[in-house]
């Protein structure tokens, strides 16, 4: 048994896609969040910074006596995990293995797409891991550089012409290849669900990413006997490089309850 708090983080409000599924999976465990919102996009950074941020971030989050840190974030998954992993001495778990293997489980007809941020589709990774559980796969990737911007701008909900109009276009190709499985691989994208689920048709399962890494990151702590011993009232606290407000108010909005009372502010460029 392990009190100690679970560190999650993204670049903004992805990673709460994976504090969702935390929760609903172990509603006793207490969670420490933070999302580089005043940096966010990652995605369209070099892996040199990607790798930088994301050490600050850890930095940031060891500030906390933690039992394991959850990289609730495609883009620092595929680029930083073996880094990030190397560096500490807790465990540290992305959300690219377990989406792979979701992805490479799920599919009927060979044909998997890959949405992800410009650093996770460049690395190859996802398609690796894909092809590591089920070489027979065919994976179309596409990048999708406007969907962070937009879900942190809170353009999320169907509706929204916006939104729908760039879907459309971004995954036009890979309904007409017909795909039977669409990885979010960027933790941003389940918040886009209702959306992409419109585009690309009910016969497409849709694996994402937050959640497959938030189930895996469960199953590790369950295995190595690290739980908490509650079974409820987990405490949340949430820290954010830029204005608290716009956090609050959108991830109150996603997980369904009000953040704004444990939502604090970080100077990560110190850390
Ligand atoms: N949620 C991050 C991911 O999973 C978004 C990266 C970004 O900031 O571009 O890739």
């Known amino acids: 048994m392990d009190k100690r708090p679970i ?4 670049s903004g409000l992805g990673g709460l896609t994976a504090v969702r599924e935390l929760r609903r999976l172990l509603p006793g465990e207490d969670i420490v969040y933070f999302g580089d919102t005043g940096r966010v996009p990652y995605g369209g950074r070099s892996a040199e910074t990607i790798i930088k941020y994301a050490r600050q971030d850890v930095a940031f989050l060891r500030t906390f006596d933690l039992k394991a ?3 609730a974030c495609g883009t620092v998954s595929t680029t930083a995990l ?3 992993a190397a560096e500490n001495p807790i465990p540290v778990l992305g959300v690219v293995a377990p989406a792979a293997a979701a992805a490479a489980r799920s599919t009927k007809n060979g044909a998997i797409g890959l949405i992800g941020t410009q650093a996770s589709i460049r690395s190859g990774a996802y398609e690796r891991l894909i092809r590591a559980e089920n070489p027979a796969a065919r994976v179309l990737a596409r990048p999708c550089p406007l969907f962070v911007p937009l879900v942190e701008d809170g353009r999320f909900r169907l509706g929204d012409v916006v939104i729908e109009t760039v879907a459309e276009e971004y995954l036009a190709p890979l ?4 795909v039977d499985t669409l990885v979010l691989g960027c933790t941003h994208y389940p ?10 048709g009910p016969g497409v399962t849709l694996i994402n990413a937050g959640a497959e890494g938030a189930k895996a990151a469960a199953a590790a702590l369950a295995a190595a006997d690290a739980l908490n011993d509650r079974q409820a009232g987990g405490r949340y606290r949430y820290f954010v490089s830029d204005r608290q407000e716009d956090f609050s108010r959108l991830a109150s909005i996603f997980l369904g309850w009000d953040v704004t009372e444990a939502v604090g502010q970080v100077d990560i460029a110190a850390f």
Do not use: H, N, S
């Open 7 to 10: 560190g999650v983080f993204d």
């Open 69 to 71: 840190i959850v990289i």
């Open 82 to 84: 073996d880094v990030l």
């Open 175 to 178: 309904k007409q290849a017909g």
């Open 191 to 200: 918040l886009l669900i209702d959306v992409i689920r419109a585009c690309m």
